[in-house]
């Protein structure tokens, strides 16, 4: 059995931006098409990709999400943040992928 990647869908897109949070480098694929939003997770002692992703019932407009690991409060905005205890996630719409998710 060949496994090419592990795909884990989270009960929410909220889910996905505390995951992203804690991740090297934060960010947020949206496939508009298929209205799913993903990230990848490259484990040190693996080959095997790990894709954590959620379906949306609406694309954000917004090209960022911050997140308060404080609060733990979700924004969204065009312009990065300025807040200490914000993590900046990048929204970026992806035009096409070949992941079956």
Known sequence: MV???????????EELVLIS???P??????????????IFL???ASTIPVIYYCRLEEIPK???VHLNRFTGKIKFGDELS????????PLIKIKETNLDI
């Open 82 to 89: 300025t807040e200490p205890n914000d993590v900046t996630i």
């Open 3 to 13: 496994v090419e990647n592990i795909k884990i869908e989270t009960r929410s897109f």
């Open 25 to 38: 480098i934060p960010l947020i694929n949206l496939d508009v098409e298929k209205k799913t939003a993903f």
């Open 21 to 23: 949070s804690v991740m």
């Open 42 to 44: 490259q484990p040190l």
């Open 62 to 64: 917004n090209k960022f």
